[in-house]
């Protein structure tokens, strides 16, 4: 297959009459962001983490500066459309500087009714209910729970959709189906190549009920099965679950001789979770994650004894990069929690929203604690000023984090 291969979606539209004139978009939309984030890390030296990234130093901060720019825009004529996102970032400090640019998103779009559509190109799909972590996002790029909402690279893949209306107990009914090619060098990120990695969601509103099936062949992953659910109980309060089964994945693990051998392995993966805004404008997130495919307390505890050996003994040194390469990543552990309590206006002070967000490994009780402030008191301009904790006992996920605590202010600029 050469090229880029086409993606198809098939896109819900309202069977309500209405003045179409009144709703007309325009032939050109675009908008975007500049920021720029100046941060100071204090180090936490004694940890497995610094190890492996400070090897031989003694530094105990690290003052970094990063700047990106995203921009987003539709194109359209007729019934064709094409909508991008692009994103460049740059960082620089005292040990190296980086900079990266890429397309998130790149897809022309064709409505063939007001029930289907066909969609082509590199797409971010948003499958899931859940706001931290989400189990059955099986085609999408993990999230980052310290900020969920941070736009995130799709996938080139090939997607289609079916849609229907009815009265009576089920009120909306939708299939949509995708294809995410790793063939030609294609989605290299996503997995093995040579497969076409079909998947299937099924959407049904029933008694006031968002359900989800979500299946996912055997490909470049293990084959998949999940539901997911949201339901709200009031005009302020939501609820919200996933359940995900993976059989016949690959897991990499320290075996004998701290060598990586890979394992074979099924598992669950679940989530449930509430949102609550009160009647004084607090939003309140909770979540509880079981991440099936991470790794055992006593996994991680073994990663750990290995990195710290490798420090008096030049031969662990390599294992311990290579071990390093699949322990050492966000959520590599098993269970979670997750709670964020934002306040709108607190004592009436305008345009000011503060929050603290707390990430806890529910096992070895290491967790990280992130309390902000934004203003958006400045026509298109958003202040944010957080500070990051990480915080547990020796041989914990977080407690072993080489960064013990972060203050970043991010400026954001939109046009």
Not at 180 to 202: D, R
Not at 246 to 258: F, I, K, M, R, S
Not at 282 to 298: D, K, P, Q, S, V
């Amino acid at each position: 297959m050469a090229g880029i291969l086409a993606a198809v979606t098939l896109q819900v539209a309202a069977e309500e009459t209405f003045d179409v004139s009144a709703f007309e978009k325009k032939p050109f939309e675009w908008n975007g962001m500049l920021e720029l984030r100046p941060e100071w890390q204090s180090l936490r030296r004694g940890s497995t983490g610094y190890q492996l990234l400070f090897p031989g130093e003694t530094r105990g901060s690290l003052d970094r500066r990063s700047a990106a720019a995203e921009i987003s825009g539709v194109m359209r004529h007729k019934t064709l459309s094409f909508n991008f996102t692009g994103h460049a970032s740059a960082q620089d400090d005292s040990r190296e500087s980086d900079d990266d640019a890429r397309m998130y998103e790149a897809y022309a779009a064709w409505q063939i009714d007001p029930r289907s559509a066909v969609e082509i190109g590199k797409r971010a799909l948003r499958w899931g209910k859940g706001y931290a972590w989400s189990p059955v996002a099986f085609l999408e790029r993990p999230k980052d729970p310290t900020d969920p909402e941070l736009a995130r690279e799709g996938f080139v893949m090939a997607t289609g959709a079916w849609v229907r209306s009815f009265d009576g107990p089920l009120k909306t009914l939708s299939l949509n189906a995708a294809l995410v090619p790793t063939v030609s060098g294609l989605n290299e990120g996503f997995g093995s190549g040579g497969h076409l990695n079909p998947a299937v969601k099924l959407y049904g509103l029933v008694y006031d009920t968002d359900v989800d099936l979500v299946w996912a062949a055997r490909g470049s992953r293990g084959p998949r099965f999940g539901i997911d659910f949201s339901r709200n109980l009031g005009s302020n309060l939501e609820v919200h679950g996933e359940w995900a089964r993976t059989t016949d994945a690959p897991q990499a693990v320290l075996a004998t001789g701290n060598t990586l051998a890979t394992q074979t392995r099924s598992y669950n993966s679940a989530l449930l979770g509430l949102r609550w805004l009160t009647e004084h404008d607090t939003t309140i997130i909770f979540e509880l994650y079981r991440n099936g495919g991470g790794y055992t307390t006593a996994q991680m505890e073994g990663f750990f004894d290995l990195v710290r050996a490798s420090a008096g003994n030049p031969a662990l040194v390599q294992p311990a990069a290579r071990a390093a390469q699949v322990y050492y990543r966000p959520n590599a552990a098993q269970r979670y929690a997750y709670l964020r309590v934002s306040q709108k206006e607190p004592f009436d002070i305008l345009d000011f929203t503060p929050s603290v967000t707390l990430i806890a490994n529910t096992k070895d009780r290491s967790y990280s604690l992130i309390p902000e402030v934004l203003y958006t008191g400045v026509r298109n301009v958003e202040l944010r000023l957080r500070l990051a904790l990480n915080r547990g006992d020796q041989s914990t996920e977080y407690g072993e984090k080489p960064v013990r605590s972060r203050v970043e202010l991010r400026a954001r600029f939109f046009f």
